[in-house]
């Protein structure tokens, strides 16, 4: 059940089983069964873009 729940909790949702497959994982043989890739624990994030009216309207609260 640990290594159906493994796959249940995938990070990418294109990495989940369908509930059809749940079930034929929890019907078969424990050998059929393959081990989930690791978890990532960390979603890496685009950089942010400099936007010119957003460093202008910035500027306004900064205090030389």
Same mark, same amino acid.
């Given at each position: 059940?640990? *290594? @159906?729940? *493994?796959?249940? +909790?995938? !990070? %990418? $949702?294109? #990495?989940? =089983?369908?509930? #059809?497959? @749940? @079930? /034929?994982?929890? /019907?078969? !043989?424990?050998?059929?069964?393959?081990? =989930? $890739?690791? $978890? &990532?624990?960390?979603? $890496? &994030?685009? =950089?942010?873009? /400099?936007?010119?009216? *957003?460093?202008?309207?910035?500027?306004? %609260? +900064?205090? /030389?």
């Amino acid at each position: 059940m640990v *290594l @159906v729940a *493994l796959w249940c +909790i995938q !990070s %990418y $949702p294109s #990495n989940r =089983p369908s509930m #059809n497959r @749940v @079930v /034929e994982m929890m /019907e078969g !043989s424990l050998d059929a069964l393959d081990v =989930p $890739p690791r $978890p &990532i624990f960390q979603i $890496p &994030i685009a =950089p942010l873009r /400099e936007s010119s009216t *957003l460093s202008g309207d910035i500027s306004v %609260y +900064i205090k /030389e």
